[in-house]
């Protein structure tokens, strides 16, 4: 389910901050996207989330959602 080297680290760390595993906080993280990608429309995800994602999965992996927002904030 990992989607690259980083993401254990960061749910490792929120993880140790919320003192639940690192595994529940990633399946956590990828439901939370998953839902929101099954019950958002269309039209609102492409306005709100303009990168990229890859057709096969239909969603974004939890480091490709956290990268596109936390760049987002930085602007």
């Known amino acids: 389910m990992t989607c690259d080297k980083e993401q254990p680290n960061l749910c490792s760390q929120i993880a140790k901050s919320y003192s639940v595993s690192s595994a529940s906080v990633e399946r956590a993280m990828q439901g939370a996207i998953n839902r929101a ?21 239909g969603y974004p992996t939890i480091m490709e959602f956290v990268y596109y927002y936390a760049d987002k904030v930085k602007k």
């Open 37 to 57: 990608w099954n019950t958002t429309d269309t039209e609102t995800l492409e306005t709100q989330y303009t990168a990229y994602i890859n057709p096969e999965r």
